[in-house]
């Protein structure tokens, strides 16, 4: 039997508000446990919750930036369930009105480009945190992040493979940083993500049982759970098994999923409008200003990044995954006109250095404006393009000019022709054998000769003028 994949994702994006979605308490990640709590968000009795504005306004902008249809007219909901890290129990969420409906963004991988539909995005609060200590038998709870501010995004069930969702998944993240609505950090519970899938014999129109895949806080774990699942679920169906409705977590030390616990249907929440928080109601004009103000989003500055700058769409993609970089790219391609340079270097060296330091492109010593400055320094034949690459380490974290690291090294590059010849005369002079190979039509020898000036040279001569010069006294 073969069978056809059926994903869809959810994603919970925490905005990045100040404070929490229905409370004055501050959202900074890592402070000490239950530092940033309050009757409301410790769901005391008779607290009442107030709407963030600011959270409204960034799930709006995000809605516009995938295409959904802002709902003028939504509605906070009360989801029922108990967990020790749910003070209220129950979760103040959107179910019957969300505030984003019926968007789509477009991906590509390698099989090409593809819409992935957006069922809806909606605001709800987070819960807090279980801390299981080993050992104990205890656990804690740390209630700092409830009530902190979430855009939940659902997708209809349109992708087929493990690669699609993660090139969902990317391309989402890209938007909502674009947007600077959400931070993106995974590895922090910033972005979270939840592939929902099952399988269907091949041609089959009804969707198979499906399983929720929780705990993934990378892109690499989410392929490797994704492609788990699926041989799982092919094994039990091929061995005459039923797949159970169920959560089950990403166990990374053994490259599996275990089952965490049967999976709730929508009825089991119990949803209803929350008494204590009207209808929200959402001014066209007030949605439209801010549709006009959507920044140029990452899809969009590729395609001009090929159009404009001439840039493979490879470069292009790569550049335009992260603003910041996209900014810094533009900002020295506009001081320096050669576009695919600036790209090899700020993917290449700068990418390097940057990683190898753990800095943010935008905080890196290498300013846009200093980066030109080595590419001019290069194209003016001031130092060669070998030279540049051996002192960009010291040049990204010293904070010295490049023309001072030259200077202080003696780096200059040797373009004179009277001290090229010399310097030319004394190698064919101690090689004649190789110039004899190269009169009998051995072109290959060139490079060996070529390399030998630049030896004698301590790499400081033009390589452009060693070749001219070379072949003229060579014949």
Not at 24 to 50: I, K, M, R
Not at 118 to 123: D, E, G, K, T, V
Not at 246 to 275: C, Q
């Amino acid at each position: 039997m073969t069978y056809e994949t059926v994903i869809g994702v959810e994603v919970h994006a925490q905005l990045r508000t100040n404070s929490k979605m229905f409370c004055g308490c501050g959202t900074t990640f890592g402070l000490s446990a239950n530092s940033q709590t309050c009757p409301v968000c410790l769901g005391l009795p008779g607290s009442l919750p107030v709407i963030n504005r600011t959270a409204v306004e960034m799930a709006v902008r995000a809605g516009l930036a995938l295409n959904c249809t802002i709902a003028a007219s939504n509605q906070f909901a009360r989801k029922n369930y108990f967990y020790p890290d749910l003070p209220k129990g129950y979760q103040i969420s959107q179910y019957e009105s969300p505030i984003c409906q019926h968007g789509w963004i477009e991906i590509r991988d390698g099989s090409g480009a593809k819409q992935i539909r957006i069922r809806r995005a909606h605001l709800e609060e987070d819960a807090g945190k279980n801390i299981h200590e080993t050992g104990t038998g205890g656990s804690r709870v740390d209630l700092n992040r409830a009530g902190t501010p979430l855009l939940e995004i659902v997708t209809e069930p349109d992708m087929g493979s493990a690669d699609e969702v993660v090139a969902y998944l990317k391309g989402l993240r890209e938007i909502l940083m674009y947007l600077a609505v959400c931070d993106g950090n995974m590895e922090e519970g910033s972005f979270r993500c939840e592939p929902n899938l099952s399988l269907r014999p091949s041609g089959q129109k009804e969707f198979g049982t499906k399983v929720e895949l929780k705990n993934i806080n990378s892109f690499k774990y989410v392929k490797d759970a994704v492609e788990y699942e699926i041989k799982r679920q092919t094994k039990v169906l091929n061995e005459g098994g039923k797949i159970r409705q169920e959560t089950r977590l990403w166990n990374i030390e053994r490259g599996e999923t275990a089952v965490m616990r049967s999976k709730e249907e929508a009825h089991d929440y119990r949803y209803f409008p929350d008494p204590d928080l009207v209808p929200l109601k959402l001014d066209e004009e007030w949605i439209e200003a801010f549709r006009t103000s959507l920044p140029e989003l990452p899809a969009a500055r590729t395609k001009r990044f090929v159009s404009d700058y001439g840039l493979p769409e490879y470069d292009a993609t790569i550049l335009t995954a992260s603003k910041g970089m996209a900014d810094y790219f533009e900002a020295c391609a506009k001081q320096f006109n050669q576009p695919k340079t600036v790209s090899n270097w700020v993917m290449g060296e700068l990418t390097r250095e940057l990683n190898n330091s753990g800095t943010d492109i935008s905080a890196s010593l290498v300013t846009p404006e200093r980066l030109v400055s080595l590419l001019q320094m290069v194209d003016k034949e001031t130092i060669s393009l070998k030279v540049a690459r051996e002192i960009f380490p010291e040049f990204y974290s010293s904070g010295k000019t490049p023309e001072q690291i030259v200077q202080e090294k003696g780096l200059t590059q040797v373009s004179d022709e009277g001290t090229l010849e010399k310097i030319i005369e004394e190698v064919l002079s101690k090689n004649p054998g190789q110039v004899v190979q190269f009169k009998e039509g051995k072109q290959q020898v060139l490079g060996f000769l070529v390399g030998q000036v630049m030896k004698a040279s301590g790499g400081k001569a033009n390589p452009g003028k060693v070749n001219e010069l070379l072949k003229k006294k060579l014949g």
